[in-house]
């Protein structure tokens, strides 16, 4: 049954013109010229505020409504709309009216002129120009509730009581009479469907669950964006399988061919959306539910292209490691199995070259070298399992690779390769003490090195578990050295050529800067050999030399990356170690 929603404010507010949707003036009127029987509707996005969400698939109703406020209604108003926070709607709001574009220039104008009936064939746009469309003028609000996802309807509720919005009985209706439209994500459809719902529950979804809560009515319309995995549907199957930890799926990051068709998916939206908008949802049903992103792009051959300004010259869009598919398994598989080859040939030359004689039966921690041993085949094989293809990079990570020197080092009894693991983690380890240290104290991470824990996707027991070793790894270096002299004096030395090597390895398998698709976030190689994956960590002592400029390949600049990442951190590791190896109280337990 329609229930009216109760509304605490008797004063009328009408939008306004501006681009940011400024104020709204208490006498009812606004600063703009809009006429009283233009439609209004309200869009809202759903999703979950704060970084960590950024790009999830939870969150894109967030992405859509977006992207077709910057890219698309900026555009046809010529003007750049902004979001604005508004404490008392809970939300960050837009305000804009929007004229259909049938009219429209032809030159610069990125959106076709003629929407996806007119298209569609020459009949219907005939129709279009004699008849028009139902909505030629439109007022819209766009809202982005910070409520989170749960209770996005108190967001929802006082907007609607703020501007007194009477929703449609029916929304199916093309009546003058106020409409929303919630756009969320719907793991019950695959990857590029977007289906449009004019009414009814809220099928699983616990944003819609709440607006229907609040706003007292399930008659309102829904642009559901599939973020299904597209596997979930093959064979005859109609969504996810039993077992599946959705919230965990939907708080997650999309993968690789996800982010490479993100783009179209989102130009695929807009197109939705401007149907919606002049035509009403009857119509943008029709259009909207017969065909996915890929019908879509073969029948009005829509399929976008990168323009040359956004094209590094002379250097290959992919591979990414961040946008890696299952596809390049083999590829990636054999990329990390030479590199950890040529690591282990590289420091055994090295281990001869500066500690000939260093070879030392007495080396031998058996316990400690099967613990290492365990632990790093089961980081492998658990980083795979939950989070694909791509990771598999993360093990030609400095980190990583001095995981694999130990367990040479105490397999050969050669106590040189353990300074040099020493020394190539150091700094990053330092950051991750003091990381620790400022959390217990403050909740706060001073450096950033351990934030990447707190992301949703990482919110697991195995992914906390497998990220420890960057705090047990110098104490028990620090302890199987302790008794044999402590770190060779060429440790550093050795560390910054092996070093070189990976980021020189790395550099010869990954481009040089990475566009990721739907964003204008660059990745840079920084001075690790490796990619920074999770591109919202800010630590500008790792970054400090990254190449900006593709004459800087050279690898001597990892030596100097490695003196301003470890160099500090060596001495006073090394400082340490001479303290631990001289101290007369400490005899007892080191001898």
């Known amino acids: 049954m329609w229930r009216r929603p109760l ?23 606004s600063t703009s010229s809009f006429k009283c029987d233009c439609v209004r509707k309200l869009i809202v996005g759903l999703g979950n505020p704060g970084d960590k969400f950024t790009n999830t698939r939870h969150n894109v109703g ?8 910057q890219m698309y209604a900026s555009q046809v108003t010529d003007t750049q709309l902004q979001l604005q926070h508004e404490a008392r709607n809970h939300g960050n709001i837009a305000r804009f009216r929007v004229t259909y574009q049938q009219n429209a220039a032809d030159k610069e104008y990125v959106y076709p002129v ?52 009477r929703l449609k009985k029916n929304p199916l209706a093309l009546n003058r009479q106020d409409e929303l439209l919630v756009i969320t994500d719907d793991v019950a459809l695959p990857f590029g469907e977007c289906r449009f719902k004019a009414k009814g529950g809220p099928g699983g979804q616990n944003g819609i669950r709440d607006i229907i809560k609040c706003v007292g009515t399930e008659r309102f319309a829904r642009l559901r964006i599939g973020v299904g995995a597209p596997h979930w549907f093959v064979g005859g199957n109609s969504g996810a399988p039993s077992g599946t930890a959705m919230d965990k799926f939907v708080l997650g990051r999309f993968n690789g061919d996800e982010q490479a068709a993100m783009t179209d998916l989102l130009r695929y939206t807009n197109e939705l959306l401007r149907l919606y908008l002049h035509r009403g949802v009857a119509l943008a049903t029709t259009y909207g539910n017969s065909m996915d992103l890929q019908r879509y792009l073969k029948q009005y051959n829509a399929s976008h292209t990168t323009p040359s300004s956004e094209v590094v010259l002379g250097m290959p869009s992919s591979p990414v490691p961040v946008q890696i598919s299952q596809k390049d398994l083999p590829r990636v598989i054999a990329i990390v199995v030479f590199g950890f080859v040529a690591v282990s040939l590289l ?7 500066f500690a000939a004689d260093g070879h030392n039966e007495s080396f031998s921690f058996p316990k400690v070298k099967v613990f290492i041993g365990l632990y790093t085949i089961m980081l492998v094989f658990s980083r795979f399992y939950e989070h694909g293809t791509y990771v598999l990079y993360e093990m030609l990570w400095g980190c990583n690779v001095s995981l694999v020197l130990a367990i040479m080092a105490l397999s050969l009894s050669n106590p040189f390769l353990v300074g040099v693991a020493m020394v190539t983690v150091s700094g990053d380890h330092l950051l991750w003490y003091i ?26 027991f195995s992914k906390t578990f497998f990220a420890t070793h960057h705090w047990w790894f110098l104490p028990v270096c620090f ?3 302790t008794a044999h002299g402590g770190m060779h004096g060429s440790s550093f030395m050795g560390s910054c050529i092996l070093t070189s090597f990976l980021a020189a390895y790395c550099r010869a398998f990954t481009p040089f800067e990475v566009r990721v698709p739907g964003s204008k976030s660059i990745l840079y190689l920084n001075v690790n050999g490796g990619y920074a994956f999770w591109r919202d960590i800010d630590i500008p002592l790792l970054h400090l030399l990254d190449h900006h400029h593709p004459a800087l390949y050279i690898p001597f600049l990892s030596i100097v990356g490695n003196l301003v990442a470890n160099g500090f951190p060596h001495i006073l590791i090394l400082g340490i170690s001479l303290g631990f190896q001289h101290n007369p109280l400490l005899e007892g337990i080191t001898h």
């Open 62 to 69: 967030y992405l859509v409504a977006k992207h077709f406020l």
């Open 114 to 165: 003629d929407d996806l009936v007119n298209r569609s064939s020459k009949r219907a746009k005939e129709r279009t120009l004699k008849e028009g469309v139902p909505h030629d003028e439109v007022k819209v609000a766009l809202l982005l509730p910070t409520t989170y996802m749960n209770c996005s309807g108190t967001a929802v509720r006082a907007f609607m009581q703020s501007h007194q919005w």
């Open 479 to 481: 302890y199987i050295t």
């Open 435 to 460: 990381d620790t240290l400022s959390f217990v104290l403050t909740g706060k991470f001073i450096t950033g090195a351990m934030k990447y824990l707190t992301y949703p996707e990482n919110r697991s």
């Open 347 to 353: 420091a055994l030359r090295l281990n001869n070259f």
């Open 7 to 29: 509304f605490v404010q008797r004063r009328a507010y009408f939008f306004t013109s501006s681009a940011n949707g400024t104020r709204i003036k208490d006498n009812g009127t």
